[in-house]
């Protein structure tokens, strides 16, 4: 080890110092060997120098996680057809519920509740889930089996507006049994799986209205709005239902400005007439009205789809 310059003279010093110490003079050797001994001690244990790290071994807290500003997901049930869904609903449902579906006018089959599923456009949920996953339906416990289930669905409602600011609104729509469901509210649209609110506006517009173009559909920035709705539903009844519904104005083109008109439904009944005794609509029926929830200015129109 080499030390600095100035260590030598150190050394000389606390020789000298210990040599006046001792009764009788020590072997020279002796005497620097134990000097250096003291030097070195006195070099590595000095006070003045800055003390070195230490080595933090506690276990480091991870800082909490962020609250989310929503329920997490519930878990969906899960049905491989839609007979098994319908034995599955039975127990569950009012007495004559079932029986009610696609024989009541306005209703809808158990098969287009299963096409829903399918699809994504709706989810079936226990109340009191006791997994946060999905699941097949057969595989719940004894006690889930008693509990009734909720159907949710997101809603994306589309405000359209004529010149001079009268809103659009479907009165009716006939289905393909020949029936007529009655709805008195703006285009609607159920969402599909990862879709936005404004994507499902302009296949809203697309499938219901029949205006394929996208520059004719002009979205108003800031005008989105939103609230849940807890209600039996028209077309299941017997059902309870969650609706989630996203509303949001536009302003579209090629639109009677006056009076009531008719579009043809485009985004149905493929997948129904595969299905077989699913109802789906064949045409939609339209009107202009000038006053909607007082002065509001909003309109979520009935809800249940």
Known sequence: MTLPPSRPFAGKLTAAFL????????????????????????????????????????????????????HPPRPTLVFSSPESLSDWLKPRLPPGALASWGTSPGTKTVNNLWIELSQGETSLFLPSPSQDRSFEASNLEEDEQQTIPLRAVHVAIVKI???????????HQLLSDGTVRTRGRPL????????????????????????????????????????????????????????????????????????????EETGEGEEELSIGSAVFVRKHFWKWIDDYDGNSGSYFGNSSV
Do not use: C, W
């Open 19 to 70: 040599s006046s110490l001792l009764p009788s003079p020590p072997p020279p050797d002796l005497l620097l060997i134990f000097a250096a001994a003291l030097s070195f001690l006195i070099i590595v244990k000095n006070p003045f120098s800055a003390p070195p790290p230490r080595l933090n071994l506690r276990r480091r807290s991870l800082p909490p996680k962020a609250m989310s500003r929503t």
């Open 161 to 171: 507006r004529n010149s001079r600011g009268a809103l659009l609104v479907e009165s």
């Open 188 to 263: 609607s649209e159920k969402m599909r799986p990862g879709e936005t609110v404004e994507d499902a506006a302009l296949r809203a517009v697309r499938e219901e209205l029949g205006i394929a173009a996208s520059s004719s559909v002009k979205l108003v920035p800031g005008s989105y709005a939103m609230r849940v709705e807890e209600k039996a539903s028209v077309s299941y009844p017997g059902l309870p239902a969650r609706y989630i519904l996203h509303a949001i104005e536009a302003q579209v083109e090629s639109l009677p400005e006056e009076g009531e008109f008719s579009t």
